[in-house]
């Protein structure tokens, strides 16, 4: 019941300052006085203003309270590892990389140097020496699409890519959990030959194909989800 009440008033307060009906170095009420209002416990309000600080929203001045930060409105584009537990918030990631990625790698079909195409074709041996090593293949797949940002020769790709890392690829046992060995072993093909369709096209210098090959990976991927979420429901 905690948990919950705690929820409410971190969303409520995050509202406000979000609104800008708490404005950027703005003193927010005491944690006695939110209390009251609330009608919560002062550990529920301790616990929601925690959650705010920890977010960047809010700073603590010894002695004179708690002050929305400046930057409070600009917080920066996230995506947590906790946010990816549900597959559902999977299937929206998947829904922005589609867009991103297909022209991520039509860019860098157009841009890549020698030294692109060696990072990207390292990035993908590794991917397939993992064995059935989950985390392993994860991190070599965000490389793989990391050396193909870095390709575009456009920083914010590399920004974007870089932050997002590991989220970018969504976790097998989500959709892996009831398959063989066997199925493991083919679905880790099946991405290799995906991802070596849109290395070739970049080799070649072709943005058309590396983008359709980009955004078919992607769709395949979202596919794959899609079905798997309209079986859970």
């Keep these: 019941m905690s948990d919950s009440l705690t929820d409410r008033l971190y969303e409520s307060l995050e509202r406000q300052i979000r609104s800008g009906a708490w404005a950027p170095g703005s003193?927010?009420?005491?944690?006695?006085?939110?209390?009251?209002?609330?009608?919560?416990?002062?550990?529920?309000?301790?616990?929601?203003?925690?959650?705010?600080?920890?977010?960047?929203?809010?700073?603590?001045r010894q002695g004179s309270g708690v002050y929305v930060?400046?930057?409070?409105?600009?917080?920066?584009?996230?995506?947590?590892?906790?946010?990816?537990?549900?597959?559902?918030?999977?299937?929206?990631?998947?829904?922005?990389?589609?867009?991103?990625?297909?022209e991520m790698a039509a860019l860098a079909a157009s841009r890549r140097t020698t030294a692109d195409i060696v990072a990207i074709r390292d990035a993908l041996e590794r991917m397939a020496q993992t064995g059935g090593d989950a985390e392993a293949a994860a991190r070599a797949d965000?490389?793989?699409?990391?050396?193909?940002?870095?390709?575009?020769?456009?920083?914010?790709?590399?920004?974007?890519?870089?932050?997002?890392?590991?989220?970018?690829v969504p976790p097998?046992?989500?959709?892996?959990?009831d398959e063989s060995e066997e199925g493991h072993?083919?679905?880790?093909?099946?991405?290799h030959r995906e991802h070596d369709a849109i290395l070739d096209a970049i080799v070649r210098m072709d943005p058309s194909t590396a983008r359709q090959c980009a955004r078919q990976h992607m769709q395949e991927s979202l596919n794959r989800h899609s079905r798997l979420s309209t079986v859970a429901r």
């Design 185 to 191: 072993r083919r679905y880790a093909e099946m991405i």
């Design 172 to 177: 097998r046992t989500l959709y892996l959990r």
């Design 27 to 60: 003193r927010l009420p005491s944690q006695k006085d939110v209390a009251e209002a609330e009608s919560v416990s002062r550990t529920v309000v301790r616990e929601a203003f925690a959650r705010l600080s920890a977010q960047g929203l809010t700073l603590s």
């Design 142 to 168: 965000s490389e793989f699409h990391l050396a193909i940002a870095r390709a575009t020769q456009n920083d914010y790709y590399v920004r974007i890519i870089d932050f997002l890392g590991v989220r970018l």
């Design 69 to 102: 930060a400046e930057n409070a409105p600009y917080r920066a584009f996230q995506v947590t590892r906790e946010e990816l537990v549900e597959l559902a918030d999977v299937i929206k990631l998947l829904e922005i990389r589609l867009a991103v990625e297909a």
